[in-house]
Nanobody
Framework: QVQLVESGGGLVQAGGSLRLSCAAS????????MGWFRQAPGKEREFVAA????????YYTDSVKGRFTISRDNAKNTLYLQMNSVKPEDTAVYYC????????????????WGQGTQVTVSS
């Protein structure tokens, strides 16, 4: 049974930091690109960052470049998102996802999803 379980969300002040984790099980973690999406109230779920197996390349949406860092530990089957210099517009539910397609950025390219963790940034 495939499971992706996010943790680490919470309330943080603008300019602060937060680290999200995603524990994966039930599939071969090292064979998948892993990504983070987010969904703010009333908005579509959007791509945030992903880590490709192809040459271990991370890639980001423009709004988080230079502030967020995605990483993975294949030995622990865990994906991370380090969020620095957070802004109120980063407030959303953050989802972890797994894609069998390389360099996937669209929702329908991802095969497995977690339940999400809430991140709230106060101004």
């Amino acid at each position: 049974q495939v499971q992706l379980v996010e943790s680490g969300g919470g309330l943080v002040q603008a300019g602060g930091s937060l680290r999200l984790s995603c524990a994966a099980s039930g599939f071969t973690f090292s064979n998948y690109d892993m990504g983070w999406f987010r969904q703010a109230p009333g908005k579509e779920r959007e791509f945030v960052a992903a880590h490709s197996l192809l040459r271990s390349i991370p890639y980001y949406t423009d709004s988080v470049k230079g502030r967020f860092t995605i990483s993975r530990d294949n030995a622990k089957n865990t994906l991370y998102l380090q969020m620095n210099s957070v802004k109120p517009e980063d407030t959303a539910v953050y989802y972890c996802a797994a894609a069998s397609k390389v360099f996937a950025t669209a929702r329908d390219e991802y095969n497995y999803w977690g339940q999400g963790t809430q991140v709230t940034v106060s101004s």
